[in-house]
């Protein structure tokens, strides 16, 4: 009969890829891990690793079995969190990945409410801008900016918010005022991302606005076009909710220029019943009611 042991050591070398790395995240010897990797193979009459040289690759039995492995040890932390769901007592890690103005600017500085609340978890924060190759393994929570098509995981409608033009006070005033958007690319330069930088329809919305816009400055996060934008150098295109509480920029009022843009809310359907991911689930909720200029639409469209 397969052991809930044996599918954690399995888990661990999996996702680790060596039998000595597992065995010291384990604190075990890597023979043990060794071994028990052996007995599971005998248990399901299957190789479940590929033993190369780079190191231990899963075969495609061991992919089957993986799935089924998480689920048993998405349903023992669970159960060990259940009891814990009240509050301060939960402890471990999460990890969030965010797109770089929502990370940077919004999750990092709300962080010190969620601390106070659960002073015993870990919150780890990575920005990425791109979500189309994620895999429901590289995070617990993840904010994107465009609906993924990741397999395995819940997925909500965060929140809405607008992209809207900005530039510093100096640059607006030196510059012809304009009273239609096409008179933008004649009067204007503009700030946006590198094209590697977001996925192909985010990267768009600059275009969506201003067709010909043919961007000077380019940059591959939030920050970059900010401190541009406060250089003087052109118009940069930003969250309203965020660009509005920066110092050195100011909105185009000219024209009435946004494009309206959304937030995603993904969680892996193996962690959706852990209680320290619900809570931080719930912290990123509450952050993003909390914010003028964004507005909370938990909807699954």
């Not at 769901?85 to 969620?114: H, K, N, Q, Y």
């Amino acid at each position: 009969m397969l052991s809930a042991d044996d599918l954690g050591i399995f888990l661990e070398v999996a996702r680790r890829g060596r039998l000595t790395e597992a065995a010291k995240h384990l604190g075990i010897n890597h023979t043990t891990v060794g071994r028990h990797i052996s007995r599971l193979e005998r248990m399901v009459e299957q190789r479940l690793f590929a033993r190369e040289p780079s190191g231990w690759v899963l075969t495609e039995p061991g992919t089957r079995l993986l799935a089924h492995a998480e689920a048993v040890e998405a349903a023992v932390l669970a159960a060990r969190e259940d009891c814990l769901e009240g509050g301060s007592m939960l402890s471990g890690s999460v990890r969030v990945i965010a797109p770089d103005g929502f990370g940077s600017f919004l999750l990092l500085p709300g962080l010190a409410s969620m601390v106070d609340e659960f002073p015993e978890l870990t919150v780890e924060v990575v920005t990425a801008n791109r979500h189309a190759s994620l895999t429901s393994r590289e995070f617990d929570l993840a904010v994107t900016i465009e609906r993924p098509e990741a397999r395995a995981v819940s997925v909500r409608r965060l929140g809405d918010y607008q992209l809207r033009l900005y530039g510093a006070p100096e640059y607006l005033r030196r510059v012809p005022r304009v009273s239609v958007l096409e008179e933008l690319t004649v009067h204007h330069d503009f700030i946006w991302y590198v094209d590697e930088a977001l996925g192909a329809a985010t990267f768009r919305t600059l275009y969506q606005l201003v067709p010909e816009a043919r961007p000077r400055i380019q940059t591959n996060s939030i920050a970059g076009q900010i401190e541009a934008a406060r250089q003087g150098l052109g118009l940069a295109f930003l969250p309203s909710y965020l660009a509005d509480r920066v110092e050195g920029i100011e909105r185009l009022t000219d024209v009435d220029a946004f494009v309206p843009h959304s937030y995603w809310l993904l969680t892996p359907n193996n962690l959706d019943r852990l209680a320290r991911v619900n809570a931080v689930g719930r912290w990123i909720t509450r952050l993003v009611a909390s914010t003028e200029g964004l507005e909370l639409n938990l909807s699954a469209s």
